[in-house]
Structures are given as C-alpha cells and as structure tokens.
C-alpha cells in the first residue's frame, strides 16, 4: 500500500477521553488514598487542599506535593507511594465502572465509523486491567499509552505526542476531560473540548470548552456530536 493510500485511510475524526478520570472516576479513590498515606505523615489532607496541590497522576508527586503544602519534608514516602499504587491498582482491577453517559456516547460516536480512543496516566499493566474491566477493549476502543507521563499531566506537549503516536494528529478531534490541564492542553492540540469535572476540579477554569458539565448523561450524546465532530 502506498503512503497516499494509508493516508487516505487515516481517521478524518476521532473522540479521545481519559481512561481513569471520566470513564472510571478514579480521582475519588486517589484522593481517600493519598489522604491515609499523608495521616501516616502527621498531616491531614482535606478536600480543599487535595485540590490545591495539583493532584498530579503519579501518586509519588502527588504526595510530596500534600506534605510540601502543609510544610513537611517529603522523604521516605516509599511505604506511602506503594500504598497509594496498589490501592488504585485493586480500584482497577474490581471496583472501577463505566461512565453511563460515556457508555452511550462511544456507541453514538462509533455507530458513524468514527474511532473512539482512551488515554491514560496509569502504568500501561494497570491501564489493560482497568479498559478490561470497564468493557472498553469489546467495545473496540483504542488504548493510549503515552511515551511520558510528567507531575502535571496532560499538557499540550502530551496531547500533541499522544495525537502523533496514534496518527490522529489531523483529525478533527473531540477530547472528553477532567481538568483544567487536560481541557487546556486539549484545545492547544486543536480538540473541540467537552469537560465533565468531578467535586475536586469543578472550581477550575474551562475556559473554551463547547460544554462543561456535571455529567456527560445530562446531554444527549447526538447534541454532543453535533456540536463537535463538524461532520
């Protein structure tokens, strides 16, 4: 096959979403288990201040952040971090769910042949895990695995070698996110950008997003695509 025939079978449009954050609603678990790991610390992590700290996806970040915020000295946290890690491997692998708005947003977005992407923070084990138990691998979904996962994440710089390292880069894209990083980040790749925050990310600023709302079942997903995919 030729280059010009693989580049016409390239995706012209693609929905991507955060695995943990809006299909399984992690950040929840993170928060009660960082908050356990810090007691242990003598410091006791409020909901406030979680979301002050910048509740960066790698647990060992998002540690010394909490105890640096209340003034303690982030050192011998190894206990702490493998705690955090394995309560959000366990989380993954039995209790995680699947996103009802998400649900019947994917099978609107995959009933017009448009290919549905996840991607993730999580180490790439516990990323097979959590799609396997959600029902995303049967649903054809496409796992994203990035190359590096930074203490704050997604930026632009993520999107834009996510996008590359999947070929979607000129796709019309349609990011489901989160967070202000991964909103922010989104739009600087050229995504048209649907928030859905949780109780610790719902003060930030989303600023150039079609939609922000509390739940992606508040809308019907064929508003959603009408106001995005620019079909």
Known sequence: MSDED?????????????????????RHIEFSAIQRAAKTKGVEVTKVSFARSGMSPLSRAAITSVLKQAGKKADAIEKAVTAVDKEVAAYCANDAELDLGLEKLIKAVQAKNIPVLAFTALPEKVAHVLMAKLGLDKMGVELVIPDEVKESFPRADSWLKMLKKCDKEDATLVAVVSSQIACKGSLTAGAACIAVPDEYTDFQDYSGAKMVLESLSDVKAKDILDLTLRL
């Open 6 to 26: 693989k580049k016409q079978e390239r995706a012209t449009h693609a929905l991507i979403f955060e695995l943990e954050y809006v299909a399984a609603k992690k």
